[in-house]
């Protein structure tokens, strides 16, 4: 029986002599150890030459430790404040209140830079899961996602390239749906309006030029964006924009519901009817839509189901029952109010 080399110092072989002795980082020893799969054939021999040279044997404690996990949920959204996210939140708290499993939430205020910092903050901390909201990562930020050794979901769209389970709907098609229903309803001059424009915005957008262009009703005058953060106050200043621009506009679809509000106040203020002289399409579908008089046609998001949707397949997978069906799509609906009933009035 060969007996372990001694090495300096005498004592019990470790991770950091096995690099050492490798030419490599603690970290890639660990890697080819615990996920072979994971470095080059020609690393793992170098690495295993080293472990056999020295007889390093892996400490079944220490490497129990290390793959021990928190008890806590990471979730990533844009904003706390704004109520389509509090819904998402909503359902994962509500699906996590009865388990062992906690909530650690991070706020990345729209930016791509401060999602990074999260990450590696999160990563650190080894959750058990982590849920973020969108598919726009960075490189660096997805790098972060892959290696997290964790299940992880992306929430609030779907996509082709996961980076590991999706669970949302399409904003195009959403925007798309929008877009043609004030079409079906007889507006032909119809206005885009959206504020910071985020990825999704962009989407949204992206549908609302398939369904124009198809009808041959394309105009770039008839869209109005701004980076500003949205606002109702905001509806109303790119609505008299919007007008100033196409005075004969006669339909708007918005990229939110905060600004399809704003723009039925200054509707309202300017002693214009809706829905005969302007019909009006939000997004999400809040619930000032149908409070709002008129109240206004928007697209309903489901939101608080996919909160609730992304735990289940994380506890799935943590239960080591990863689900077959790696994206999924709840889809959307077309709330038809009172905003939209050109014919009907």
């Known amino acids: 029986m060969t007996k372990p080399r001694s090495r300096r110092g005498g004592g019990r072989p470790t991770i950091a002599d096995v690099a050492r002795k490798a030419g490599v980082g603690a970290i890639t020893v660990s890697r080819a150890l615990r996920e072979p799969e994971r470095v080059s054939e020609e690393l793992r021999r170098q690495i295993l030459a080293a472990v056999d040279e020295l007889g390093y044997v892996p400490d079944p404690n220490a490497r129990a430790l290390a793959s021990a996990r928190a008890e806590v949920f990471g979730v990533l959204v844009p904003s706390l404040t704004n109520n389509v996210f509090a819904e998402v939140v909503r359902g994962i708290y509500d699906s996590l209140s009865d388990g062992p499993f906690r909530v650690q939430l991070g706020n990345t205020h729209y930016s791509g830079l401060e999602e990074e910092r999260l990450l590696q903050v999160f990563g650190s901390q080894r959750p058990a899961a982590l849920i973020v909201a969108g598919i726009d990562q960075t490189p660096t930020s997805r790098k972060l996602l892959e290696n997290a050794g964790c299940p992880v979901v992306q929430v609030m769209e779907t996509g082709p390239d996961p980076v590991d389970m ?180």
């Not at 005075?247 to 829905?275: K, Q, W, Y």
């Not at 799935?316 to 009035?345: M, Y």
Request: charged letters at 25%; a positive charge; proline letters at 4%.
């Open 166 to 345: 999706m669970v949302g709907f399409s904003h195009l098609d959403g925007g798309r749906t929008a877009t043609e229903h004030l079409i079906e309803m007889g507006y032909r001059r119809i206005g885009f309006i959206g504020a910071r424009m985020d990825p999704r915005s962009q989407r949204r957008l992206a549908g609302y030029r398939v369904a124009m262009e198809k009808a041959g009703l394309l105009d770039p005058r008839l869209i109005t964006t701004t980076p500003v953060l949205s606002s109702v106050s905001l509806g109303r200043e790119l609505f008299r924009d919007a007008l100033a621009k196409m005075p004969t506009l006669d339909g708007v679809f918005c990229n939110n519901d905060d600004i399809a509000l704003g723009v039925l106040f200054e509707c309202h203020r300017a002693s214009i009817d809706v829905p005969k002289t302007i019909g009006i399409v939000g997004f999400n579908d809040l619930d000032m839509m149908q409070v709002a008089f008129p109240s206004i046609t928007s697209i309903r998001t489901h939101r608080y189901e996919i909160g609730r949707r992304a735990v289940a397949m994380a506890l799935a997978a943590i239960g080591g029952n990863r689900p077959e069906q790696r994206v999924v799509d709840l889809g959307f609906e077309l709330k038809q109010r009172e905003s939209t009933g050109r014919w009907s009035i």
